[in-house]
């Protein structure tokens, strides 16, 4: 098959590997190019004299092969072969910019100790911002999704003291535990048989008049589902909460054109929230240690407001620290995001928003196969890139040890799934099961999140037939 991009081009790679020979190639053409950044960077510094630094080449060796050695202890998570968790392997751009920063190491709390890197975060995030379709905003980047959302809470929790949190019964576990760590009372709201908050049991806790903020899960963790945004939006109009959406894992989705209709109208009004969370280090082709969290009224700022009478000195300039929880953090993340953005604007049409379209078609073309097959029930049709399917069996119990059988069996065949578990209620519409005699049924889950995926697709399924054979 024709690769459909410069970046993605994994039909070479997919001869069977031999025994004598290493099954999974990493990327190593890009590191010439770290040594003429690192050159680059000196040449910035050459009226400087030279400060040499001196290692030991021989214990510097051992003791990075012995950490190589170890790191064979993995699974193949950069291989399109491995769709379990939600891993994604940062974009060589990103690898190599990161790296190449580390040897100044610059620190993004204030002007001061990371000043070409406070440039690069701010320029990356207005990026991001606008690709929701925010002009002016507040944001930053930060360790991850969970701090990116802690920060959006603790700001709602300020501006709505004493009111609770509401988040669906599919959200990510982290906004109850967020929650209790703010001391801000949690409601989990029902879910609809596909995943999506329940807009009737939403209303219901509202009537309360004692909820603060409510979570909008765009892309759920589990099975990648989009909540009903424009009715939750409506919802607001009449009972004045904040919103917040948790986009970690969905939100470059916006930037996809072959959404579904549900999907499509929720990302359209996503710049109607109060505050975004999207992780680059999930679809943004980052390193980990990429969150980002941003903020429709800038003036929100002022919640953050603090002195630091040791570390902003260099200039008035705002110092991304003045605006974050965090203190000390990677510039390095930075760079490697301004760099990556360069090279794949966040723009529909462009090669990047193609590499998620690929995606979404690769989790599509798995659903549409895993339908023909009698062992198998899918729970409903991807509205990202996520898959889940029960095993069909008699009982609810048996066909969660057959999942989980079927998942150890693709292990061995070197295809790397998950195992989620589901309530009765999300699975039920596939009817996988005669006798529901538990609560909840383990499903076998998909992270189709590679774009080489479409291309690896009919491996992928020859691979799981074989696994469910042999289990
Ligand atoms: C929707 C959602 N929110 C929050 C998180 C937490 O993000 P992180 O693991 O980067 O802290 C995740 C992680 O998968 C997620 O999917």
Known sequence: MA??????????????????????????ESLALLDEALQSIEQGFRDLPDAPVHVDRAALREAVLAAAERMRDNFPYAHPLYVGQMLKPPHPVARIAYAMSLWLNPNNHALDGGRASSALEKEAVAAIARMFGWETHLGHLCGGGTIA??????????????????????????HS????????????????????????????ALAGGEIGAVVVTLGTTAAGTVDPLPEILALRARHGFRLHVDAAYGGYYTLAGNLEPWARRAFDRVAEADSIVVDPHKHGLQPYGCGCVLFRDPAVGRIYRHDSPYTYFSSPELHLGEISLECSR???????????????PLVRGGEFARS???????????????TTDARFAPLFPPELDIVSWAV??????????????????????????????FPRAMVEGAAPVRDWDAADLTCLRACVMKPEHCDWMSEILARLDRAAAAA
Request: aromatic share 6%.
């Open 392 to 421: 069909r069996a008699d009982t609810a119990g048996e066909s969660s040890r057959r999942a989980r059988r079927i998942f150890e069996q693709a292990a061995r065949q070197g295809l790397h799934l998950a195992v989620a578990t």
């Open 177 to 204: 535990r967020l929650s209790a760590v703010l001391g801000v009372p949690f409601r989990a709201i029902a879910v609809d048989a596909r995943g999506r908050m329940d807009l009737a049991a939403l209303e219901r």
């Open 3 to 28: 690769s459909r991009s410069r970046w993605w081009s994994p039909s070479r790679e997919r001869r069977p590997a031999r025994r004598d020979q290493p099954a999974m190639k990493l990327e190593r």
């Open 330 to 344: 990677p510039g390095a993340s930075a760079v490697a995001l301004w760099a990556t953005l360069r090279m794949l």
């Open 149 to 174: 959302n802690f920060e959006a809470l603790w700001v709602a929790r300020e501006l709505a003291p004493g009111k609770a949190i509401a988040a669906s019964s599919q959200a990510h576990y982290t």
């Open 356 to 370: 998620l379209e690929s995606c979404r078609e690769a989790a599509l073309a798995m659903h549409a196969a895993l």
